[in-house]
């Protein structure tokens, strides 16, 4: 929850990437919830 509100006080203007830091192992429904979540908190276009 915390990073939630941290990212929606970050106003607009960012870019997430999954090019670095995804571990190797990561279970791919972890990689899908956290692009969900993302994609769920972005600014309107």
């Not at 203007?13 to 979540?37: C, D, R, S, W």
Request: charged share 15%.
């Amino acid at each position: 929850a915390r990073v939630l509100e941290l990212a929606d006080g970050a106003g607009a203007g960012h870019i997430f990437n999954l090019g670095h830091g995804v571990i190797v192992g990561t279970p791919v429904e972890n990689v899908k919830a956290l692009v969900q979540q993302v994609h769920a908190h972005a600014p309107p276009r």
